[in-house]
């Protein structure tokens, strides 16, 4: 019995301390990703608005032999000014992640730099906030590959 509750006393300090730790994690995480692109911004942003051209150019959304990385992707919410694409995706049972397409232009040079940007809102829960630490290989990968495929699309 004395056993069982060091052990149950054990797991508890445990939790809260990982818990604790946990909490210096920041909630709020955006994962970057910029390239310079030689094309027009309409050529740019007439593949990102259009969803059905997201099978030329968006790693998650190329079709493969295997199974699709990512389950079906909702388009939960849009919104678009003059310079910027912002497109809120939702799998189903997980929260909804915020994808950003901007352009900055710069005068006197022959190139615009299209930035990708994800923002995830945590919880609380430590699983989550740790978890959130592998978000840069996971997503980071496929973005760079997705803005590489678009520079490929819009050079042609």
């Given at each position: 019995?004395?056993?069982?509750?060091?052990?149950?006393?054990?797991?508890?300090?445990?939790?809260?301390?990982?818990?604790?730790?946990?909490?210096?994690?920041?909630?709020?995480?955006?994962?970057?990703?910029a390239?310079?692109?030689h094309?027009?911004?309409?050529?740019?942003?007439?593949?990102?608005?259009?969803?059905?051209?997201?099978?030329?150019?968006?790693?998650?959304?190329?079709?493969?032999?295997?199974?699709?990385?990512?389950?079906?992707?909702?388009?939960?919410?849009?919104?678009?000014?003059?310079?910027?694409?912002?497109?809120?995706?939702?799998?189903s049972?997980?929260?909804?992640?915020?994808?950003?397409?901007?352009i900055?232009?710069?005068?006197?040079?022959?190139?615009?730099?299209?930035?990708?940007?994800?923002?995830?809102?945590?919880?609380?829960?430590?699983?989550?906030?740790?978890?959130?630490m592998?978000?840069?290989?996971?997503y980071?990968?496929?973005?760079?590959?997705?803005?590489?495929?678009?520079?490929?699309?819009?050079?042609?």
């Amino acid at each position: 019995m004395r056993l069982i509750k060091l052990a149950l006393i054990s797991v508890l300090l445990l939790f809260f301390v990982v818990t604790a730790i946990s909490l210096l994690i920041p909630s709020q995480i955006r994962i970057s990703k910029a390239i310079n692109i030689h094309s027009s911004e309409d050529s740019i942003f007439a593949l990102i608005r259009d969803t059905a051209k997201w099978k030329q150019w968006h790693p998650a959304f190329i079709p493969n032999d295997s199974a699709p990385k990512f389950p079906a992707i909702h388009i939960a919410q849009k919104s678009e000014s003059d310079s910027e694409i912002i497109m809120h995706l939702q799998q189903s049972g997980k929260p909804e992640v915020v994808n950003g397409w901007k352009i900055y232009r710069y005068p006197h040079v022959d190139s615009l730099t299209l930035q990708w940007y994800m923002d995830f809102n945590l919880k609380w829960y430590p699983w989550q906030k740790f978890g959130s630490m592998f978000y840069e290989k996971t997503y980071g990968a496929m973005m760079e590959k997705g803005l590489e495929n678009i520079r490929e699309l819009t050079n042609k």
